[in-house]
């Protein structure tokens, strides 16, 4: 039968008879391995037309797409996840009293005949690639609805007190059917926050209850939160999953786990707090699967994007990009390290943690437990023969120490400081022990950055500017944009994040300020006299083009 595929492919155009021969070859080779799945595994051709082509042969229906509505939720709800994952099936909505099957492999009846058993119906199989059937059962999975507030109802009347052995590593938050009831609230939890874009999951311990909240877009919100009594169970499964000691609770603990969630992978920080009513857990959420963004993506105008594209075409020099946490200072350095990378350049990364991977990048992780730190990974990245450095923070006057030495002997150097705005950078780089002539010498620029939530489309509205707020804030269109709030954006108005960006080029007059220790705030007064937007000014120009409000750039800036 297999052969005949083959032939069947090639008479259709699809393969050439040399394809073909080699297939047959290699099928022969490996007792078992039939030729379709050679000419598969060598993308001779494409699993679409190789099952048109098999369902075309044998009589069955094909499907190139599953729809939400081409589902019973019914059905799919009776039946074990890992089951319909592992055998690559999908039942389909039932008709006459029997239901139909989307099947990746035709030639494999024994899944079939285990679901006709747990279906107690007759089925009907019709062909799909595996890689539709996936998408249409994570589609399903995702579109329940209330998934925590289910969970916790199922721990309604638990006694509070769970074996241990429960508590195994899932391999998918979609999987919960069959988990166990506090696996499946952890599992919820960490879906739930996926699918509101949440950045953080708080897990707060009060006296007579816990409270869960959502970091989305910056703000906290909340959600469903269990009882009380399960406290202790919800904890330990978490230690569990982070690799931690769940026989401590007296002092903080940091740890991390990875995750999947459909065809999303997400590494999880993990940090455990001890408190008066037990302890506090803050999990950061780093999706891995998100692309690098595009410098044009994070929200530059042009005239900073053009003046920071500029800055790093030098040849050597430090930039820094300052902010406070979650500011999205690593993204920033991502995007410009993924601009300028190339194969004539040697790009290194020290980092803590790597949030994402770049292609073309050697990125090392910091590992302070065994001495591996800011300043002895840089020390050992000089001696890789570097062009360009990425230092994900520098924390110590060592580490400052060691980066400017760096850019001083020919190396572009990219790093992040905890600083409210561009000036105060140099500032902190004193108060660090590094000397002004050194930081003059060094440094050629420093982008300061926020982000600030970006307004709706679904529900975006105009209105009118008044006279007064126009002057006090420079605006200079009639009207701007608010979001009235829809089901799109959970009720906020917003729906997402862009940076504002304040960017300090040291020209010669900024070079004299620095080496004499002029305060920063004169320093920055220098610097928008020649021209530098402040972070507040990018900020309004946003609200000018209908991207974020007044209210929201004030929030995030000091005036």
Known sequence: MAQLIGEILKSRGLISQEDLDEAILVAKQSPGRRVEEVLLENKTISEEDLLSTVASRIGFDWVAQIRPEDLEPEILAGLPIDFLRTRLLLPLKRSNGEVRVAVSDPFDPHPLDDLKSLLKADVVPVLAAARVINQALNAFLESQKDLTQRAIQDLDGEAGTYAIEEFETSENLLDVAQKAPVIKLVNSILFEAMKARASDIHIESYEKHLKVRYRIDGILYDAPSPPKHVQSALISRIKIQSGLNIAESRLPQ??????????????????????????????????????????????????????????????????????????????????????????????????????????????????????????????????????????????????????????????????????????????????????????????????????????????????????????????????????????????????????????????????????????????????????????????????????????????????
């Open 254 to 559: 940091d740890g991390r786990m990875n995750i999947v969630a459909g065809d999303r992978k997400v590494d999880i920080r993990v940090s455990m707090l001890p408190t008066a009513f037990g302890e506090r857990v803050v999990m950061r959420l780093l999706d891995k699967s998100r692309s690098v963004f595009n410098l044009t993506e994070l929200g530059f105008l042009e005239d900073t994007l053009a003046t920071f594209a500029k800055l790093l075409e030098a040849p050597y020099g430090i930039i820094l990009v300052t902010g406070p946490t979650g500011s999205g200072k690593s993204t920033t350095l991502y995007s410009a390290l993924t601009s300028i990378s190339t194969t004539e350049k040697n790009i290194i990364t020290v980092e803590d943690p790597i949030e994402n991977q770049i292609k073309n990048v050697s990125q090392m992780q910091v590992k302070p437990q065994i001495g591996l730190t800011f300043a002895e990974g840089l020390r050992s990245i000089l001696r890789q023969d570097p062009d360009v450095i990425m230092v994900g923070e520098i924390r110590d006057h060592e580490t400052a120490e060691i980066a400017v030495q760096a850019s001083l002997t020919g190396h572009l150097v990219f790093s992040t400081l905890h600083t409210n705005d561009s000036s105060g950078a140099v500032t902190r780089l004193i108060d660090m022990g590094v000397e002004p002539y050194l930081i003059s010498s060094s440094v050629i620029g420093i982008l300061a950055q926020r982000l600030v939530r970006v307004i709706c489309p679904e529900c975006r509205a105009s209105q009118t500017v008044p006279e007064k707020l126009k002057r006090e804030y420079g605006l200079t269109q009639k009207h701007v944009y608010v979001g009235a709030g829809c089901d799109n954006c959970r009720k906020t108005g917003f729906l997402g994040r862009l940076g504002i960006f304040e960017l300090l080029v040291v020209t010669d007059p900024i070079r004299e300020l620095i080496t004499t220790r002029t305060p920063s705030g004169v320093i920055k007064a220098r610097c928008v006299a020649e021209g530098m937007t402040t972070l507040r000014q990018d900020g309004f120009r946003k609200v000018d083009r209908g991207t974020t409000t007044v209210e929201e750039v004030v929030r995030v800036t000091q005036g």
